[in-house]
């Protein structure tokens, strides 16, 4: 079965530092690969996702992820970090194959010092 | 257009009641889902609706959970009896296709606490 792995609960950053969370995931299969996002009060909303061909993607934001097979990993980079990207962010992997569920990591907690 | 709206946003319960939680999706989206997240552990599937039918309901915990989708629009779950461990906040999301390079649109979440 898939599995994702987010190594980190809790980072914190300064404002218009940069910022790479962190992202694994253990399947056979080329995945389908999204990063979301949940502010205070609020959804979750996707901010970008990789299927296929070019491996570095953009995303809402100014949020972009680059997905890399040989190390099994999708991690998420903002080059300066606003004081309201302060959320909680979710990698996930979509098996595809007739199944529709998405398998998500346990989040990473981002805080954002003034 | 309206986002996929979750009803109540907030409930707490005794151990043993009953709660019902509603979603309502994406007007025109034919598939919605159910996600879980149980303090300090991942968002995990709950179930797969296509349209009224249960595509997928290989992620409900156990019979005390009851999912239903009359006609097709919105969708509710229940919880009887509920028990300590169902706290958590549940998530709904709607999409228009299930193909897997579909966006699901999630709401904003049900917290349930069960004292």
């Known amino acids: 079965a898939q599995s994702v792995t987010q190594p980190d609960i809790h980072i914190t950053v300064s404002e218009g530092a940069s910022l790479e969370l962190r992202c694994n995931y253990s399947y056979g299969a080329t995945p389908y690969l999204f990063w979301y996002v949940q502010s205070p009060g609020q959804g979750l909303q996707l901010l970008l996702k990789y299927f296929s061909g070019d491996t570095l993607v953009q995303g809402i934001k100014g949020f972009e992820a680059e997905f890399k097979r040989s190390q099994s990993s999708f991690n998420l980079r903002k080059p300066s970090v606003h004081w309201s990207d302060a959320a909680e962010y979710f990698c996930a992997v979509h098996s595809g194959a007739g199944s529709y569920q998405l398998t998500f990591g346990k989040g990473t907690k981002l805080s954002v010092i003034p | 257009e309206a986002g996929v709206t979750q009803f109540p946003s907030h409930s707490v319960i005794e151990k043993g009641q009953t709660v019902t939680l509603r979603c309502d999706p994406i007007s025109g989206h034919d598939n919605l889902y159910w996600y879980r997240r149980v303090m300090g552990k991942e968002i995990k599937f709950l179930l797969h609706f296509v349209k009224e039918s249960k595509q997928d309901e290989s992620g409900m915990p156990n019979n005390r959970f009851l999912a239903e989708r009359t006609g097709g629009t919105y969708s509710t779950l229940k919880v009887q009896p509920a028990e300590l461990e169902d706290s958590g906040v549940y998530f709904c999301?709607?999409?228009?296709?299930?193909?897997?390079?579909?966006?699901?649109?999630f709401g904003q979440g049900t917290r349930l606490t069960v004292v």
């Open positions: 999301a709607s999409s228009h296709f299930s193909t897997e390079n579909t966006e699901a649109f």
